[in-house]
């Protein structure tokens, strides 16, 4: 009798049963359901009421406003109206008002915990997975079932093992993993698979920095993107106000078979940028080196959180962006903010001469109007689709949040490694 994968414990928890094969069919209890203004009560309360159906259990469900806010005209006005009423009628527990973006908001809580098994009407849901628990993005019909029977089915997925030896070098980052992978496989790699992540270099990463792994395979177009509970998971769970939580056993058994395992070295590892538009178009740094910009984008849940603020003040600390160059950030939460205050990230962030944006999706999800069309952007967040952040006309790089800071220095896409010598 072979291990299983942690994807497969956690299902079969959910499921209610001792263990589960790849390919079965089997229905979930759902512990957590999480939506935003976006995706939730505008699309749910209609659907709701047509059916005459209600929330089997609010406890279990978390809204977060984060992409409406704050409102910018009259339809953000309405599409938040009706969250904040509708979540007042339905007797929600948890709601997280204007407090940043709902993939940080929900760990920062407490809301998770390994082997848990979640749902999120989002696509960068498997953000979960960065804490041992099974999260995944569902549609708003999927989400109605959820909320209303407290069950999903799904087919239990295959395992790809992404392992990366070794430690990463100063100046790279999780973000660099990511776009390496996309590069190197593609957006159908995952194949809407579980892809896991393991070896010394994940293990050395602090849990946001695993949030951005779990929250890009997304872009991997994997189901699931999870991390193996540890002391580390302990520790910040702990710090989120989770009393006692349990990792032990959270994690692959040695002997559990994956559909695909891949090894890197990530010492080898060099920043990566990918090129509009799309993060497949991903390449190292140098091959893109000297290509001119006009805006530095810090934002997002995968470049504007505590820890990706801090890889960008080592950047910048003490020094001044290019002239002409315009430096935004939308830290990804209100208290990521606040420590970033207390501890002088942000001075030295704003020292350096970055603009101070609202904690929400902003530009990422195309609101707030801050890139304007024909710009050149350089972005810390997770998509350059065409138009993804509202400029139709706009030529958007992604890359780690250290190469967003040192190419704010630069005028022009520079690798980050210099800047820290």
């Known amino acids: 009798m072979t291990g299983s994968t942690l994807a497969q414990k956690i299902i079969a928890r959910a499921a209610g049963r001792a263990g589960v094969t790849v390919g079965e069919i089997v229905t979930c209890r759902v512990d957590l359901a999480m939506f935003h203004d976006s995706s939730g009560p505008r699309r749910l309360a209609p659907m709701l009421q047509e059916l005459g159906a209600k929330i089997r259990d ?3 469900i978390v809204l977060v406003l984060d992409h409406y806010v704050p409102e910018g005209d009259e339809e953000s006005r309405r599409i938040v109206r009706v969250a904040r009423e509708w979540a007042a009628q339905a007797g929600l527990r948890h709601v997280h008002d204007s407090q940043g973006i709902c993939h940080v908001v929900l760990p920062e809580r407490g809301h998770l915990r390994p082997g848990m098994f979640a749902v999120g009407g989002d696509s960068h849901s498997p953000t979960g997975g960065a804490f041992g628990a099974y999260m995944f993005g569902v549609g708003a019909t999927e989400m109605l079932g959820a909320v209303v029977t407290g069950e999903i089915w799904l087919r239990v997925p295959q395992t790809i093992r992404y392992e990366w030896g070794g430690r990463l070098p100063a100046g790279v980052g999780a973000k660099d993993v990511m776009l390496f992978l996309l590069g190197r496989f593609g957006m159908n790699g995952g194949r809407y698979q579980a892809v896991e992540f393991a070896g010394s270099a994940v293990g050395a990463m602090s849990m946001q920095e695993r949030m951005t792994l779990s929250n890009m395979t997304a872009e991997l177009g994997a189901q699931a993107g999870l991390c193996a509970a540890d002391e580390t998971t302990r520790r910040y769970l702990m710090a989120a106000g989770v009393e006692d939580p349990q990792v032990d056993g959270w994690c692959s058994d040695v002997d559990a078979p994956v559909e695909e395992h891949h090894v890197f070295d990530a010492a080898a590892l060099a920043p990566q940028v990918a090129a509009p538009h799309s993060p497949a178009n991903a390449r190292p740094v140098d091959a893109c080196a000297g290509q001119a910009i006009d805006i530095a984008y810090l934002g997002a849940c995968t470049g504007a959180k505590l820890e990706d603020m801090r890889a960008a003040a080592r950047v910048l600390r003490g020094r001044r962006i290019a002239p002409g160059v315009q430096l935004l950030l939308a830290p990804a939460s209100l208290r990521d903010l606040d420590t970033a205050k ?16 609202p904690s929400a999706c902003g530009a990422c999800a195309g609101y707030g109007g801050s890139i304007p069309e024909g710009a050149t952007v350089i ?43």
């Open 58 to 60: 609010p406890r279990r």
């Open 342 to 357: 207390r501890e002088g990230t942000l001075a030295a962030l704003r020292d350096a001469g970055a603009q101070l944006l």
């Open 379 to 421: 972005s810390s967040t997770a998509r350059n689709f065409r138009g993804r952040m509202g400029a139709r006309t706009a030529e958007v790089w992604l890359a780690s949040p250290f190469t967003v800071a040192a190419s704010a220095l630069a005028g022009r896409i520079a690798d980050p490694r210099e800047c820290l010598k």
